[in-house]
C-alpha cells in the first residue's frame, strides 16, 4: 500500500513563494506519475501539475502555469511543488496523488486516473 504524505503548507501573503512536499512510502517502484490538485472551499477538486515518466515530463494547469514547478528527487521518494507569485486564489487544500501508469496531459489531469491520495496540506494566501 503507497502512502503519501503531504507538508509545506501556510498562510503567507499574495506575492509569496511556498514549497510543496509529497513523501511516499511502499511500493514506489510500482508508481509512474504524480500529480497535485487542490480543493478550495465550496469548489470541485482540480488539477495543479503532474510530473510522469522517467524523463520527469510534467503538465500543468493554465491557471499555475509560468507560476508553480514540479520537480520530484527518486532518491527521496519526495515530489515537490514550487509556488511562487501566490494569489488570494491559489487558497485551497493541495492534495498529491500517485498513480501506476504514465500520463500525458490529459490523462495527468484526471483525478479518476490516480490511485493513492494525501491526506492533504492547507495554503491559504491573503490579499
Known amino acids: 500500500q503507497v502512502q503519501l504524505v503531504e507538508s509545506g503548507g501556510g498562510l503567507v501573503q499574495a506575492g509569496d513563494s511556498l514549497r510543496l512536499s509529497c513523501v511516499a512510502s511502499g511500493p514506489t517502484f510500482s508508481m509512474f506519475a504524480m500529480g497535485w490538485f487542490r480543493q478550495a472551499p465550496g469548489k470541485e477538486r482540480e488539477f495543479v501539475g503532474a510530473?510522469?515518466?522517467?524523463?520527469?515530463?510534467?503538465y500543468y494547469a493554465d491557471s499555475v502555469k509560468g507560476r508553480f514547478t514540479i520537480s520530484g528527487d527518486n532518491a527521496k521518494n519526495t515530489v515537490y511543488l514550487q509556488m511562487d507569485s501566490l494569489k488570494p486564489d491559489d487558497t485551497a487544500v493541495y492534495y498529491c496523488?500517485?498513480?501506476?501508469?504514465?500520463?500525458?496531459?490529459?490523462?495527468?489531469?484526471?483525478?479518476?486516473?490516480?490511485?493513492?491520495w494525501g491526506q492533504g496540506t492547507q495554503v491559504t494566501v491573503s490579499s
Open positions: 510530473i510522469s515518466g522517467s524523463r520527469g515530463s510534467t
Open positions: 496523488a500517485a498513480r501506476f501508469r504514465y500520463c500525458s496531459a490529459l490523462g495527468c489531469s484526471r483525478d479518476a486516473g490516480y490511485d493513492y
